[in-house]
């Protein structure tokens, strides 16, 4: 990311009373180098009313292709972070530390807003794409940046003239200034990122989402749509800290609670609607291994986890609250995996004879007694549940795909698929009789196998490197 610090001596068009406000630094607001911005025509950018901007007040345009990072130019607190159709479409306001409301608009709606109402923003920090949205639609890509000093809380709603009757700043010399600070080139691109461990997946109608963790603890996602192009994309940085794989979960409005253990092994919780993520928001307790969460019904989460005792915990989410940690026992060496179906929960993990074990909540107030179901597992199950069946799959001794199968009247004996896998696997079931397994292979790339009636061979997904 360009993170710059420039200084700048306000025009001479500044408004006075302003003056003592006006941040004598700021970051470029956006990510790019100058190569991107100077290749724009027929211009990079315009202020007030010059060239192709016709705001008929302080203001400013600049001219970047659909897609470039837009930054913060200074830290701050969001006031507000919109993503609309219509207006001035998609827009985030910003009040820095010395009171200015900072107004960008225009940013594209895929992927969306970076940021959302009340979060902490620092300089340089990810807030939205370029674009044309809403009425900008037909223009040449662009973002809309003015500023709005003290005593103003927010940016009033005006457009064109109307605006003139308020006190903007002229932000030409800070942003001249910001720019010749830009890297005239961009720097070699990151080498790839290093995953850490075992991958999470759901699936919500034709898209599947896979997540996983890297090297430096942050939280990566990719994405598949065949009704889009039948390809992947990403990944997609969703931050951190994070010491374990991610559980998450995907309702049918496209809501998605993103669960891990934080840095300090607390649990934490993120959540993807309306086009923004949320800040992560810490959920207590002291963790080991990872988690698994499963939305049973609108507005309740159960997130499962293993203590610093090796003992399974629950908390809940439910009438807009929180329950504390419940120990439901066991000792165990793998993260649990759990499905829920009428008011049943069924949790699945590896004991300390590396045998897998299941635990049930029927319903009724009492958890049964754990049910050993043999094996020798060198991973964390993965279950998949339809009707009365149950799918589990996980690593042997050989490190082999293996897969097990309650048929509603009893258990099969484990079914060697093959592989050589360096993590758990996480496996979905997103229509009857078909089965998506993902994991990491021995070249520590992430893989996928399917099952549409006979298992296809395994399928490299991306020679992104996975650390196992």
């Not at 302080?58 to 930054?71: C, H, K, L, M, S």
């Not at 701050?76 to 993503?83: E, R």
């Not at 996980?394 to 004996?413: E, M, N, R």
């Given at each position: 990311m360009i993170v710059l610090a420039v200084v700048a001596l306000l025009g001479s068009q500044a408004v006075a009373t302003a003056a003592s406000a006006v941040p004598s630094t700021i970051t470029f607001p956006l990510d790019a180098p100058k190569s991107v911005i100077e290749s724009q025509s027929p211009l990079r950018w315009c202020f007030a009313s010059q060239g192709n901007c016709h705001h008929d007040?302080?203001?400013?345009?600049?001219?970047?292709?659909?897609?470039?990072?837009?930054?913060?130019?200074?830290?701050?607190?969001?006031?507000?972070?919109?993503?609309?159709s219509s207006g001035v479409g998609s827009r985030v306001q910003i009040r820095d530390d010395e009171g200015d409301i900072w107004y960008l608009a225009h940013m594209h709606h895929s992927p969306g807003l970076a940021v959302t109402d009340g979060q902490r923003v620092a300089r340089g920090t990810l807030i939205g794409y370029v674009g044309t949205s809403a009425h900008a639609v037909g223009t040449q890509p662009h973002l809309h940046i003015d500023m709005l000093p003290p005593p103003y809380t927010s940016r009033p709603s005006?457009?064109?003239?109307?605006?003139?009757?308020?006190?903007?700043?002229?932000?030409?010399?800070?942003?001249?200034?910001?720019?010749?600070?830009v890297v005239v080139e961009p720097p070699p691109p990151p080498p790839p990122a290093q995953l850490v461990g075992a991958v999470s997946a759901v699936t919500r109608g034709d898209r599947y989402d896979v997540f996983g963790r890297t090297a430096d603890n942050r939280l990566l996602q990719w994405t598949y749509l065949n009704s889009q192009d039948g390809r992947w994309h990403g990944p997609t940085d969703l931050g951190g800290p994070v010491i374990s794989a991610a559980a998450v979960t995907v309702d049918s409005s496209g809501r998605y609670d993103v669960f891990a253990i934080g840095s300090n092994h607390q649990l934490i919780h993120r959540i993807y609607q309306g086009g923004s993520w949320s800040a992560w928001e810490h959920l207590g307790g002291v963790l080991h291994y990872g988690i698994s969460v499963v939305n049973p019904s609108p507005g309740r989460f159960d997130v499962f986890g293993v203590d610093t005792d090796y003992h399974l915990v629950q908390k809940i989410y439910a009438g807009g609250q929180w329950s504390a940690w419940n120990d439901l026992g066991g000792v165990l060496r793998s993260a649990p995996d759990v499905v829920s179906v009428g008011g049943r929960y069924d949790v699945f993990a590896t004991d300390t004879d590396h045998h897998m074990v299941q635990k049930v909540y029927y319903g009724d107030g009492n958890w049964s007694n754990w049910n050993d179901l043999g094996g020798y597992l060198t991973s964390a199950p993965s279950v998949t549940r339809r009707g009365d069946r149950y799918d589990v799959f996980?690593?042997?001794?050989?490190?082999?795909?293996?897969?097990?199968?309650?048929?509603?009247?009893?258990?099969?004996?484990w079914n060697d698929l093959g592989g050589v896998l360096t993590a758990a696997p996480t496996a979905v079931n997103p229509d009857p009789g078909r089965y998506d397994i993902f994991a990491a292979?021995?070249?520590?790339?992430?893989?996928?196998?399917?099952?549409?009636?006979?298992w296809n061979p395994?399928?490299?997904?991306?020679?992104?490197?996975l650390a196992g």
């Open positions: 007040y302080n203001a400013a345009d600049i001219f970047a292709p659909t897609g470039t990072r837009v930054v913060s130019p200074v830290s701050g607190t969001v006031i507000s972070a919109t993503l609309a005006c457009s064109g003239s109307a605006c003139a009757a308020y006190p903007f700043v002229n932000l030409q010399p800070l942003l001249v200034a910001a720019y010749n600070n996980a690593t042997d001794s050989d490190h082999h795909l293996v897969h097990k199968i309650y048929d509603g009247t009893a258990w099969t004996g292979n021995t070249n520590h790339h992430l893989i996928q196998k399917i099952y549409n009636g006979t395994w399928n490299t997904i991306t020679t992104t490197k």
